[in-house]
């Protein structure tokens, strides 16, 4: 397994473990691991929201930084990326695109049909709040990057 | 017009090891990395001319002893 192949596991590491956490912060129902995480979203005060949202991103970040800093490439020719590597960032960056295009759109009609068939006040995922809103904008970004990694996992497997 | 399809099939194990030269050898030569060479001769991937025609030179070969396309039954 090449260094770059052994660098995506860890971010899908990564982002796995930040989608986890976001959820956790702003939803409910069972308990995993001693927190509640469920399907219920909880709305919150905006000073705990955007608690929530900078603590999430900040996990982000200095995750990418200790990623790339432990596993980056120790050998020259690892260093610079080939047509074939090349090749394969662009496709995942187009599967990323996609997801993300996708994953918003489901998020829209989503609304849409909660609003439209709405029969009682507890609704599971209602996003149509501050906490809801944040909640599924989040979870598309980083399912976005989920699915960009996943591609080049697979690209290096089949390509 | 009809759409021709097939695959791009290529020699270069062969050669490589009836020359004795190893994947990292060859890909430092051609300035890819040994990955994309083992895809390459494993016909995952399909090189671009450029690369196509550096492997090639490296064999001293003309470009249609290493590569070949065929079309699809």
Not at chain 1, 85 to 95: A, K, L, N, T
Request: glycine share 8%; with cysteine; aromatic share 10%.
């Amino acid at each position: 397994m090449s260094a770059h192949e052994k660098r995506v596991w860890c971010e899908l590491g990564l982002w796995g473990f930040v989608l986890f956490f976001i959820w956790m912060r702003l939803t409910d129902g069972v308990t995993v691991l001693g927190q509640s995480f469920g399907l219920s979203i909880i709305d919150q005060d905006p000073v705990k929201l955007l608690w929530a949202y900078g603590s999430a991103g900040a996990i982000a970040a200095i995750g990418q930084l200790i990623i790339r800093s432990v596993l980056s490439p120790r050998n020259p020719s690892e260093l610079e990326s080939d047509e074939r590597d090349i090749f394969i960032e662009r496709r995942s960056d187009q599967v990323g695109y996609w997801a993300g295009v996708g994953g918003i759109n489901l998020l829209i009609v989503h609304v849409l049909l909660t609003e439209l068939f709405r029969f009682r006040e507890d609704m599971p995922l209602d996003f149509v709040s501050p906490a809801g809103i944040l909640l599924g904008l989040f979870t598309v970004l980083v399912a976005k990057e989920i699915a960009r990694g996943v591609s080049i996992l697979v690209l290096y497997r089949r390509s | 017009m009809s759409k021709a399809t097939g695959r791009v099939r290529n020699r270069i194990r062969d050669l490589r090891l009836e020359r004795g030269a190893s994947q990292q050898e060859l890909a430092d030569e051609v300035g890819a990395s040994r990955q994309t060479i083992n895809a390459i001769e494993q016909e995952k991937y399909s090189p671009s001319l450029e690369l196509a025609f550096r492997i090639a030179r490296f064999f001293k070969r003309d470009f249609e002893d290493v590569f070949r396309f065929t079309k699809d039954q």
